[in-house]
């Protein structure tokens, strides 16, 4: 049940850190992605049962006060939950430098797989160049230690031992 309050609490304060940064960075035109840093951290440190329905509601919360396509994002979280699950025996996700290229890669293919889904969807995806989607990635990867440490001191008991 701890596990469950702990989750809601930094769910809160991720959605917190997401407006603040969107805010911020919103200005010039990059786009930071704390809901999917926050929810790839929960299935880097617990267990599928927590991580999966993180994912998907972190995403559902972005498609519910966004206006693109409706269930893009819970959709392309569940993925990287997926990808987070699956490359969780090959990478030591305690590190800094597997966590900034493990968000790099899974924030890459989040924008890229969102643009398609856009595209096929919609019949067409903005396009804010290449610098401001660039800055955001990079920007995300550069986040992830920080939320990495702020989630394993808040999850240290029920960190999931492999």
């Given at each position: 049940?701890?596990?469950?309050?702990?989750?809601?609490l930094?769910?809160?304060?991720?959605?917190?850190?997401?407006w603040?940064?969107m805010?911020?960075?919103?200005?010039?035109?990059?786009?930071?992605?704390i809901?999917?840093?926050?929810?790839m951290v929960?299935?880097?440190?617990?267990?599928?049962?927590?991580?999966?329905?993180?994912?998907?509601?972190g995403?559902l919360?972005?498609?519910?006060?966004?206006?693109?396509?409706f269930?893009?994002?819970?959709?392309?979280?569940?993925?990287?939950?997926?990808?987070v699950?699956?490359?969780?025996?090959?990478?030591?996700?305690?590190?800094?430098?597997?966590?900034?290229i493990?968000?790099?890669?899974?924030?890459?293919?989040a924008?890229?797989?969102?643009?398609?889904l856009l595209?096929v969807?919609?019949?067409?995806?903005?396009?804010g160049?290449?610098?401001?989607?660039i800055?955001?990635?990079?920007?995300?990867a550069?986040?992830?230690?920080?939320?990495?440490?702020?989630?394993?001191?808040?999850?240290?008991?029920?960190?999931?031992?492999?």
């Amino acid at each position: 049940m701890t596990t469950v309050l702990k989750l809601f609490l930094s769910f809160l304060c991720a959605t917190i850190c997401h407006w603040a940064l969107m805010t911020v960075f919103g200005e010039i035109g990059v786009t930071v992605n704390i809901m999917l840093i926050f929810s790839m951290v929960v299935c880097a440190y617990l267990k599928p049962e927590y991580g999966y329905p993180t994912a998907f509601l972190g995403g559902l919360f972005l498609d519910f006060f966004g206006v693109k396509l409706f269930g893009c994002h819970a959709f392309i979280f569940t993925l990287c939950a997926c990808a987070v699950y699956g490359m969780e025996k090959r990478l030591d996700m305690d590190g800094i430098i597997p966590q900034i290229i493990s968000i790099f890669f899974l924030s890459l293919a989040a924008s890229l797989f969102n643009f398609l889904l856009l595209k096929v969807f919609t019949g067409f995806s903005a396009w804010g160049g290449f610098w401001p989607f660039i800055g955001g990635i990079t920007l995300n990867a550069a986040l992830a230690p920080f939320v990495f440490r702020v989630l394993r001191h808040v999850f240290a008991i029920e960190r999931k031992m492999s």
